[in-house]
């Protein structure tokens, strides 16, 4: 199953590294990543496979946002549907 | 992959501007439960409804989270109850308390069906059902209901009407010490729907399948905050990204309400499209209005914004998904949006106002307070009216209010929640009285005569 995590916040060093040690270390493997700074504010937006994971899509969901909270960013973790829903015709 | 501003639009839409799924409603047949007494019935209905729904709150939950989009009610419907109580009307109140009980089992907060067809005629154990509502609306916390006194297709039915008026007085009586909360969970309909996903009218109709998912999308937020963005922007432009907005909202819906389904072994059953507000800041169909240049809900130009307002909903929604249906439009619920409250208390928007609005969007007269000296039939003729509206223009209209015990014009009532606040707001002193004693059938009009 895909997902996308989104991150956002105040720019500084080692996010990127930081989620995704959390990611690798819960066996979510990136597909896909890109990364900017929209108006001093560090945006990233991931594609993961969750098939070799045993974490859950809800609880990874959970814990990413409760991670996010101690390096200060915003983190969601949600079905890739989501947004192929809202947004695709 | 995704772009930016995709992506971050769906999280400012949750995050900032109130989007979220308003109900996960599972609509459950309750007509295999029908057996020889009303103790055994009973016992019949708490079991079904109990192992039907028994994941609803879990997998809502799960949903929620995988998805990032809040989901705020789980609720159930069921098959009108009067149909179920038929055989034993003067135990209707065991079914009502049935149902009632299983909603506290399954943490839902509310579960509607305590309903009666009565459209055209009320059999002797429909008048005995409905007479029971005030005391099994007292008696439970968590059961809704509601009548349909009238459809484009049969005409109303005076005599429900004057019944209703009666009711819901009575209702108020007895739920006096907390100013008459029962109405807030009874609703008077004329063309009421089967599917309908929200509360206080959901019941689950005859005419669908044993068990069904409906899922009820909102977001006034979202829309206001599209419009903000496009401030000098003409009308059509403004109903082309009104569209475009309940597209998404109901896209993510219709998404909600298939996994639902499938996770809940039912049927997916409709997408209802209505912008339903709720007494926060920011999530006010009021707001909407008065962000298209209305200085207060309420004034000259108001039906006019909400008829655009609820159409372009429902073209941008009816592209969305893929089966429409419930009541799909704007809510316009006065103590459940901040903005109606506050042109309420400042005199604005009067019951006059009211029901021209509700000639052009879903529903009716919602959560209004009136005087506590507001007689029966004062009331009944407010249903009347609300009907022909909904009569002649072939749409669901109804009627949620509240006569609050003791309280007049000035006074408010705070039912807390989602239910809100309401000011009370003067309806007109001079008798109806002599309309509403003649009864009989207001006939269906000439152009309900299609076949």
């Given amino acids: 199953m895909h997902a996308v995590v989104t991150v956002v916040g105040k720019d500084k060093t080692g996010i990127i590294a930081k989620i995704s040690a959390f990611l690798a270390e819960r066996g979510v493997n990136i597909l896909d990543i890109s990364q900017t700074i929209l108006q001093d504010y560090f945006a990233m937006i991931m594609l993961v496979d969750l098939s070799g994971s045993d974490t859950g899509l809800s609880e990874l969901a959970d814990e990413c946002a409760e991670m996010g909270k101690k390096i200060g960013m915003s983190v969601h973790v949600q079905h890739e549907e989501i947004f192929n829903a809202m947004h695709k015709v | 992959m995704f772009n930016y501003g995709d992506v971050l639009e769906t999280i400012n839409m949750v995050e900032k501007e109130h989007l979220d799924i308003r109900t996960v409603t599972m609509g459950i047949s309750l007509l295999p439960c029908i057996c020889g007494t009303a103790e055994k019935t009973a016992q019949k209905v708490y079991d079904t409804v109990c192992k039907k729904a028994e994941n609803i709150v879990k997998v809502t939950g799960e949903l929620s989270r995988e998805y990032g989009i809040p989901i705020v009610n789980k609720r159930v419907s069921v098959t009108p109850a009067a149909l179920i109580c038929a055989p034993f009307a003067d135990k209707s109140y065991l079914i009502g308390k049935a149902l009632d009980n299983a909603a506290k089992e399954l943490g839902i907060d509310f579960l509607g069906g305590y309903s009666a067809l009565v459209h055209k005629g009320m059999a002797d154990y429909e008048k005995q059902f409905i007479s029971s509502i005030p005391e099994v609306l007292a008696d439970t916390e968590r059961l809704c209901s509601s009548v349909n006194i009238g459809s484009s297709k049969s005409g109303i039915n005076m005599d429900a009407v004057k019944l209703m008026g009666e009711i819901i007085k009575k209702t108020a009586a007895i739920t006096a010490d907390k100013d008459g909360f029962g109405c807030a969970k009874l609703v008077v309909f004329c063309n009421a729907v089967e599917d309908n996903p929200f509360m206080a009218g959901a019941f689950h109709g005859v005419g669908e399948s044993g068990t069904v998912i409906n899922v009820g999308v909102s977001g006034p937020g979202v829309v206001q905050h599209a419009i903000e963005s496009i401030p000098d922007a003409d009308l059509s432009e403004l109903a082309e990204t009104i569209k475009r907005t309940a597209f998404k909202i109901t896209r993510a819906g219709q998404l909600i309400a298939k996994e639902a389904a499938k996770r809940l072994n039912a049927e997916f059953g409709i997408v209802d499209l209505s912008l339903a507000p709720t007494p926060t800041r920011g999530d006010s169909v009021a707001q909407i209005l008065e962000e298209m240049g209305l200085e207060s809900v309420g004034t000259h130009g108001t039906t006019a914004c909400l008829a655009m307002l609820n159409d372009a909903v429902k073209k941008g929604g009816v592209m969305a998904s ?130």
């Fill in chain 2, 322 to 451: 893929s089966r429409v249906g419930g009541l799909s439009g704007a809510f316009i619920p006065v103590s459940e949006d901040i903005g109606m409250i506050e042109a309420a208390e400042r005199g604005s928007l009067c019951i006059d106002k009211l029901e021209a609005m509700t000639a052009v969007c879903s529903v009716g007269l919602d959560m209004i307070a009136v005087p506590g000296d507001t007689t029966a039939a004062t009331i009944s003729a407010i249903i009347a009216d609300e009907a022909a509206i909904g009569m002649i223009n072939n749409k669901t209209t109804a009627v949620r209010i509240i006569p609050a015990p003791d309280k007049k014009v000035g006074d408010s009532v705070n039912f807390g929640g989602l239910l809100g606040r309401a000011p009370i707001i003067p309806v007109h002193n001079e008798s109806s009285e002599k309309f509403i004693k003649r009864g009989g059938l207001i006939p269906a009009p000439i152009h309900s005569n299609k076949n």
